[in-house]
């Protein structure tokens, strides 16, 4: 698993950054860093692949970085409708094959 | 309009089995590996198995590996889960995903999810 903190929260315009901090077998071994943003009640939806690309018709105030053991996705012009859970994921070399973060959820103060 | 629907969840003794099915519309089902990822209640993401497009590579996570198996039928682009020897935590919305071939690690679509709950 990876870690991510529990919340993270934010005023209306505020930039802020989730971190994701996991081992050189997975967040710091490889490019295959994504991230997905889940509103109550749906699935979750791809923002972020491959560290810092974006989906066709993900809003550019997502964006995504990766130093050593860690990745960050952070939102910029933070709005209402950003409230919502938020994981990342990564290809793992170990026989996990693929792991989630804990999950971060964000409030628009 | 790309759309995965998955079906086949419900309330199951423990020991028992169900058997999950996604089915997909709006893009070239042979041209993504397809995962099934779960959800506990109130709890985070966790990944089970992956199936590539072919069916020649499977796996599965250490949790369910042995008990759950799964395939696909590309001529109805729909995949399946069968769950055997289910325990209580596996209780959890189990949700489809569909990845590119060319990069299994990140899940393009999801489906909405079905529920699995295994309670005496």
């Known amino acids: 698993t990876l870690t991510q903190p529990a919340s993270v929260s934010g005023s209306p315009g505020q930039s802020i950054t989730i971190s994701c901090t996991g081992t050189?077998?997975?967040?710091?071994?490889?490019?295959?860093v994504s991230w997905y943003q889940q509103n109550p009640g749906k699935a979750p939806k791809l923002i972020i692949y491959?560290?810092?690309n974006r989906p066709s018709g993900v809003s550019d105030r997502f964006s995504g970085s990766k130093s050593g053991n860690t990745a960050s996705l952070t939102i910029s012009g933070l709005r209402a409708e950003d409230e919502a859970d938020f994981y990342c994921?990564?290809?793992?070399?170990?026989?996990?094959?693929?792991?989630f973060g804990t999950g971060t959820q964000v409030t628009v103060l | 309009q790309v759309q995965l629907v998955e079906s086949g969840g419900g309330v199951v003794q423990p020991g028992g089995s169900l058997r999950l099915s996604c089915a997909t519309s709006?893009?070239?089902?042979?041209?993504?590996?397809m995962h099934w990822v779960r959800q506990a209640p109130g709890k985070g993401l966790e990944w089970v198995s992956i199936?590539?497009?072919?069916?020649?590579?499977?796996y599965y996570s250490a949790s369910v590996g042995g008990r759950f198996r799964i395939s696909r039928d590309n001529s109805k682009d729909t995949h399946y889960l069968q769950m055997n020897g289910l325990r209580p935590e596996d209780t959890a919305l189990y949700y489809c995903?569909?990845?590119?071939?060319?990069?299994?690690?990140?899940?393009?679509?999801w489906g909405q999810g079905t529920l699995v709950t295994v309670s005496s």
């Open positions: 995903a569909a990845a590119r071939n060319a990069a299994w690690h990140n899940f393009d679509f």
């Open positions: 709006g893009f070239a089902f042979t041209d993504y590996s």
């Open positions: 199936v590539s497009y072919d069916e020649s590579q499977k």
């Open positions: 050189s077998t997975d967040v710091g071994g490889y490019n295959f």
């Open positions: 491959d560290v810092n």
């Open positions: 994921s990564s290809w793992t070399s170990t026989s996990a094959f693929y792991v």
